[in-house]
């Protein structure tokens, strides 16, 4: 199977960070990184869950393509609930908004302390990284890769004993990818920079997020300056 460049990017941190046999899908859509991690012999087993019907069907097509019905389960259900009672080893949680993934890891918290896990959101990833530091979660590793015109981040991260001191910058920039800045972060956070200066142009200079937005704009130019 041939997966987007997305999700390809997924599937490598998943084989490079690969702990047990067992790996939760959540909102797997079609199931492809299950099915995938499957058939390329990295897992031994997956659950592909989502909350909808649809994906869900989508996904028992996509197993039966592949003849993998005994190793890809399809669960339907929101968020971790569907796997309250499985024996899993890694979790991933691929293509929300931030504030959406942490609504899934905040509410079956017990998780947390036993699982790896594998997040790509969409958006708002400070909300997601702050989140993580404050369940004293370490960010093993961090991805990014383009696809569709679209620069997505990926984390790798799991429970310590020891709270992280991670800062804003490393929220908005992650603490891994400012360490090792490639092409893509650059040319994400140079589209940001215009993107903010865009917005501070249409506000007025009383306005109550100009504040916000040149902070923002300060962030960035020192991230993207600092050696």
Not at 4 to 24: F, N, W
Not at 171 to 183: A, I, Q, S, V
Not at 188 to 215: C, F, G, M, T
């Amino acid at each position: 199977m041939k997966l987007s460049k997305r999700l390809q990017a997924i599937a490598d941190l998943i084989t490079k960070y690969k702990q047990g046999e067992i790996l939760a899908d959540i909102g797997t859509d079609h199931a492809y990184l299950p099915v995938y991690l499957v058939e390329e012999g990295v897992i031994e087993k997956a659950y592909a869950c989502d909350i909808a019907s649809g994906p869900i069907n989508a996904s028992i097509e996509t197993i039966q393509l592949h003849q993998l019905e005994k190793q890809v389960i399809p669960l339907l259900g929101s968020g971790m609930n569907p796997i309250i009672d499985k024996n899993i080893d890694m979790i991933s949680i691929c293509g929300m908004g931030g504030k959406l993934t942490v609504d899934i890891l905040d509410e079956n918290k017990e998780f947390l302390d036993h699982h790896r896990f594998i997040l790509q959101s969409n958006v708002g990833l400070e909300i997601l990284r702050e989140y993580l530091t404050n369940q004293n979660m370490v960010i093993l590793d961090e991805g990014i890769v383009k696809d569709a015109n679209h620069i997505y981040e990926i984390i790798v991260c799991e429970k310590t004993s020891e709270k992280q001191e991670y800062d804003e910058k490393d929220f908005y920039f992650g603490p891994c990818l400012r360490k090792n800045k490639n092409g893509l972060f650059y040319e994400k956070w140079y589209r940001q920079l215009e993107i903010q200066k865009n917005i501070l142009k249409s506000l007025d200079e009383n306005h109550p997020r100009a504040i916000e937005v040149k902070h923002m704009i300060e962030l960035i130019e020192g991230e993207i300056n600092a050696s």
